[in-house]
Structures are given as structure tokens and as C-alpha cells.
């Protein structure tokens, strides 16, 4: 059923509209909204993000907000505080304060005389983290959200740990904020914007020194982890999600936790709204969102409520790529639920590989570059960024392969890893892979999970292995939904490194495997069980390019140290945005190196540019930061200039030690 938002309306865009908080702070928001909304009021929709409404979105905005605008909506686009054209200054992610400063606008919308008093909130990452958060605070006036590749657990399933372990995305994600956030307001806007720029300057947290400080799950990550409490939720909830994006759990999740009405979509995605997403196949992500909010906000009889709980993807097996540019398969759908139904098919792990029971006596002690095939943790550039050819690191694994497949396995789910594991280290490191073997050996990583073996009785009180002896551990790789063919083969690749995706225990450990078997939930499918309307979107942003876009990613062996680095270099081009004149550009370069037989030897370094440029007022700042590790303890090193023309006007540097605790 489509919805009956279908006369267009014609729409005004305000680009700086002030929302005072109750502390006096002032929140710059782009508004679009029908012209005619003071004698015909219209819902509001929230986004409210730290990543600037002027530049950094603007090109997705556009394509988005404007569409709403236009069916009978209010689109807001906030820049929360101390970040954009927004005032007041920023602490760290998700702090009671953004969320405080959420529940007010939501409060200020309702009141504003061409709202009717209904409002929705949506977002993508910090977006729909944040969507999930605010309406497990329950402001009255929000109605229904839309969430997009989002967590509902802060600990276990953002870019910070996994499975217990250190995702170097810590250091890396880290990095960005600190480039991100200290870029100036446009000074078009803000008369003032210097003296908030050096504001800001003095005051930018280094957020990877904050989260370092938290490696177990304490109040800390409690504090935003709406799955505390699965029932503070009640609004209406859109969870949406991707195969290529790192949170492929939290859609399955909400569908199966949530008292809420609830509704789930997850494609092969990565890190993007739908209706631009790639790979494709992308969908009619407006329309369906409209059907959403038609039915949440004004009440319309849109039959969202009769669709399916959990509509996915189900992916063709192809072979490895760095990038894919479509993804062959077909949409399933589950009425009730998404997957903790499903039938399980067991296989064993043996000394004769993956199947029936048999004796198992492995042992591993991976060198410290395993894991150069796993790809970013969560692809979001664009970049050659997606799991390569296994088969480097299953070189350099434990392996277990099945029988060639009699039917096609259509693998819809979170598989399962049941170990009986001992280390010769108290600390050590378990990285799983589920693989699909093609006939000439190639090999695709399906899914995969990692575990710190101190975690692996709880993420809050981690414990010491004893050395020699056997633990009975169990391991949830992620969600997916993947076809391994008729013919082709499954493999469990088990290795006790994998970086860098995770960092290295002080110490190499070689891990013992003496029984071990996987839940595979089955799920066949022969047709397509959905059809979603083909995507629109709104008129493109309108810019100039000044210096086009490009990613590169390299791994390089010094002959000479025996070091391996992963280099990624990004630069996101140069444009200026013909509407408004301002011109803003980035680039950004990852080194990560390792010595194979050498944990110790791991080290980071992050390096970003910002550019903006508005008439004869140029603006640069550059922000490096270098990690490292000794047994005890984590090393942390960063540093942020500022320049107004070629004149250095700000500068700091700071040196951080945290102590190691299990990891």
C-alpha cells in the first residue's frame, strides 16, 4: 500500500534557524518545510548530528530532507553544540547532554505553530544511535523513528570493542572526530565564528584517550546501550541496516527485542542510506519511509503495520572482491520475527575437517599479520574496502572444510561457534571465520566473530586464562544472510591473531582446539518473497569540483625490518557548493604496522586535513595521532593545528598512558 503523501507542496529552505537550549546554548538547524505549514501544519522530522549541516551532509541532505519537505513535512537538520554553526562545545558521544539537548528541540518542534505536535527522528550511525536513545528517554511528542546502521549495544557492537577485543577503529574512528570537530562555523553565519573556532580548539576532546579508559563494560557503555532495557522504547521503530556495513546485528535484534511496534530491512549495504547505497540492488528507501511516517505521524492507513517484521537480503555467493558494485540474490521476509526461529543445521569441527564428529587436536599460533584480507571494519569511503581473497589468511589459520554441498545453503543468521580451547598465555585471542570455498579454492568470508578469551565469561569482569588449562567458550559471529552454492564448500578458519581489525594481546599465544562445532541457521529460498519501488530522491546537490575524490589502500613488506603496514589513503576532493560559495575539502591517510612475530611492534598513525574556504577567509586544520603499546600499558600521542591563510593561529599536542586491563 503506497501513502497518501502525494501532492507535492511547495517548500522554503532556511538555512541557519537558531533553537535555544535551556542553558542559553544556541543550535543552528537547516529547516525544510511547506510553505503554507502555518495554516496547515505538518509534522516535524529530526536529524541531529555532529557532522555539519553546511558542508559535511549537505550532498545526502539534499537528496533527502527536501523529498520529505515537499509530502507534507517539516525536515530539521541540527547541528548539535560545538559542532557546525552551532554553539557551545562537545564532550564525547552520546552524552546525557546531546540527548538532553535532543529531547528540547523535539519539545521546541512540537510547539512551533506549524508543527501539529507530532514528531519522528531518524539518522544513519551517530543519526540513528542517537534516534534509538533519545526515544528510550520517551518525549512525548516523538511518535516514531527511523534508525539506520545503528547499535543497540555500545560495548559489544559499535566501533570501539568486539567481542571483548580492541577494534583499531578506536584509534581510527577517533581520529576523524578529532579532524571533524575542529573545523570552524561557516563565517557567513556566525559573525563571532573565530571566537568559537578557538573555543572549540582549546577545548576538543581526544575522544580515543576517553574510551581507552573504559575496556570492560561499565556504567560507561551502559549509559546509551538502549539494550539495558529493551521497553523504555515505545516508539514506533524503522530499524534499517546492511550486509556490507559493520552493524549487522542491530536490526535482527531490535525486530526480536523490541515491545514497540517494530519493522526491520537490511540489504547488502554498506555504510549508506538505501536510495543512494552501494552495492546495489538500492531501494525505494523515501518511499518506504514515507509510508512510515504517513502512518506514525499522520495517522494514515499506509499498511505498514502489516508488513513483514523482517525483510533481508538474502546474497548470491560470488567470489572475493575488494569492492562490489552489485550484489545477485533475492528479498526474503519473516512475518514474525527475524531469525532466533529458524532451523539449525550442526557441524563439527575435526581432524577431517567440518561435518560429522571426529576426533580434533589443533593447534594455532598465528603470525601477528593474519587478518590482512579483513577488510575496514565498517565500509563507509568507498574505497577497495570489502574482505579479500581468503585465502592469504587461512594460510595462516586452523581450517575446516565440509564436503562439497549436495543443495545450495542459504545461511540466514548468526552462526554459532561452540570451543573447548586451552592457551599457553593468560591472554590470548580467537578470531572465527565462516568461508565459502569456490571450486578452484577462492575463498569469500561469509561472516565472522572475534573474542578475547578473558572476556569469555563476561565483558564487565574479564579474568586471566590459567595456561594449559580447557575452557568451554562460545562465540555469536555476525548476522548475515548469504547462498553458498550447490557444489561449493564451507570453511571455519580459526586463527589467534587478526589484524588489523583488532589489536594484538602483549603476547603470542598458541591456541589448543580439542572439540568444537557450528550452528548454522538455514533458511531456503527460492523466489523473491518482496518487491521494494525502485529509489528516488531529491534534485542533487549543486557543486563544483575542484579536485575530484580517491581512495587508495596498499599493504607494504620492508624487506629489511621484516614490518608489514596496511596504508589507506583517502581524499574526499574539493568542492564548493554553488548555492551558498563555501568550498570544503579533506583528506585523511591510516598507517598500520605490525612485525609478524611481534605483537608489541603494533602501532597506528592517523593523519587528516580539512580545507574551507569562504571569499578571501581560508581555513585549514591538520590533526595526526599515533597509538602504540608496551606489555603493560597503551601509549597514546596526538596533535591539532589550526591556520587562518598560512598563519599557524592554534596548536596542541597531548601524551596519554592507559593501562592495559586484559586486553
Sequence with gaps: MTSPSNTLREIEDLPDVGIQMPDGCRLSARVWCPVDAHDAPVPAILEFLPYRKRDSTATRDALTHPWFAKRGYACIRVDMRGNGDSEGLIE?????????????????????????????????????????????????????????????????????????????????????????????????????????????????????????????????????????????????????????????????????????????????????????????????????????????????????????????????????????????????????????????????????????????????????????????????????????????????????????????????GAPRLRLRISADRPHAQLAVRLNHIHPDGASTRITYGVLNLSHRDSHATPSPLTPGETYEVKLDLDHIAYRVPKGHRLRVAISSAYWPLIWPTPEAAELHLTQGTIDIPIRPSTVDEWVFQPPESETPRDVTTLRPDKNARRVEVDMNTGETHLIIEDDFGLITDNHHGLTHGSTATERWSIHPDDPLSARGHCLWTQEMQRDDILLRTETSCTMWSDAENFYLRAELKAYEGQDLIFSKELEDEIPRNHM
Design 92 to 412: 564525547d558521544e552520546y552524552t546525557q547532554q546531546e540527548l538532553d539537548d535532543a529531547v528540547s528541540t523535539i519539545q521546541w518542534l512540537a510547539e512551533q505553530p506549524w508543527c501539529t505536535g507530532h514528531v519522528g527522528m531518524m539518522g544513519i550511525s551517530w543519526g540513528g544511535f542517537n534516534s534509538l536513545q533519545v526515544a528510550a528517554m520517551q518525549p512525548e511528542a516523538l511518535k516514531a523513528i527511523i534508525t539506520l546502521c545503528s547499535t543497540a549495544d555500545r560495548y559489544a557492537d559499535d566501533i570501539h570493542y568486539k567481542g571483548g577485543c580492541l577494534l583499531n577503529e578506536n584509534l581510527g574512528w577517533g581520529a576523524t572526530m578529532w579532524s571533524y570537530s575542529s573545523r570552524a562555523p561557516d563565517p557567513a553565519l556566525r559573525s563571532n565564528w573565530r571566537e568559537l573556532w578557538l573555543e572549540r580548539l582549546e577545548n576538543e576532546p581526544f575522544l580515543p584517550s576517553v574510551w581507552l579508559r573504559h575496556q570492560t563494560r561499565d556504567s560507561y557503555w551502559q549509559h546509551g546501550s538502549v539494550c539495558e532495557d529493551f521497553s523504555d522504547i515505545r516508539a514506533a521503530t524503522l530499524a534499517v541496516g546492511g550486509w556490507g556495513d559493520a552493524y549487522k546485528n542491530t536490526v535482527p535484534l531490535l525486530v526480536e527485542q523490541l515491545a514497540a511496534p517494530v519493522k526491520g530491512i537490511v540489504g547488502p549495504w554498506v555504510h549508506k542510506y538505501p536510495h543512494f547505497a552501494v552495492p546495489e540492488p538500492r531501494i525505494g528507501f523515501l518511499q518506504e519511509a514515507l509510508r512510515w511516517w504517513d502512518h506514525w505521524l499522520k495517522g494514515a492507513d499506509t499498511g505498514v503495520d502489516q508488513d513483514p517484521d523482517y525483510r533481508t537480503y538474502l546474497m548470491d555467493g560470488v567470489r572475493p572482491q575488494r569492492w562490489y558494485t552489485e550484489r545477485p540474490g533475492r528479498w526474503i521476509t519473516e512475518d514474525k520475527g527475524a531469525t532466533t526461529h529458524l532451523p539449525i543445521q550442526t557441524l563439527d569441527l575435526a581432524d577431517n575437517g567440518l561435518g560429522t564428529a571426529g576426533t580434533l587436536d589443533a593447534r594455532i599460533r598465528s603470525p601477528q599479520t593474519c587478518g590482512m584480507e579483513s577488510g575496514e571494519y565498517c565500509a563507509i569511503w568507498l574505497g577497495p574496502d570489502m574482505p579479500g581473497d581468503q585465502r592469504a589468511d587461512d594460510a595462516l589459520s586452523a581450517c575446516f572444510d565440509s564436503a562439497p554441498l549436495a543443495d545450495d545453503m542459504d545461511v540466514v
